[in-house]
Nanobody, 120 residues
């Protein structure tokens, strides 16, 4: 079983910054891609940013040049640095990890979510 624990959410004024962290623990062979998603009230969950084991990144257009995703493979941790925050960034942010176990296949795990609220 794999557990993802997120931290770093909170309330910030527009233009401010927050840094989210997500640490994976438990029993697994390896962690492949790690990602951050978000879900605002009344909206579908959307991909914010993703990073491969090798460090290649992908961003949603709405956050490109403002958010930076990074990871520490030794600590099984992924980060999301969020700068120039806007009220429309307000959402619950979820960490996702694609995990390999001893059995074939890749399994999706999700964190519990952390609230980010940006006031205008």
């Amino acid at each position: 079983q794999v557990r993802l624990v997120e931290s770093g959410g909170g309330l910030v004024q527009a233009g401010g910054s927050l840094r989210l962290s997500c640490a994976a623990s438990g029993s697994f062979f390896s962690i492949n891609d790690m990602s951050w998603y978000r879900q605002a009230p009344g909206k579908q969950r959307e991909l914010v940013a993703a990073i491969t084991t090798g460090g290649s990144t992908n961003y949603a257009g709405s956050v490109k040049d403002r958010f930076t995703i990074s990871r520490d493979n030794a600590k099984n941790t992924v980060y999301l640095q969020m700068n120039s925050l806007k009220p429309e960034d307000t959402a619950v942010y979820y960490c996702n990890a694609k995990v390999k176990h001893a059995l074939p296949g890749e399994y999706d795990y999700w964190g519990q979510g952390t609230q980010v609220t940006v006031s205008s």
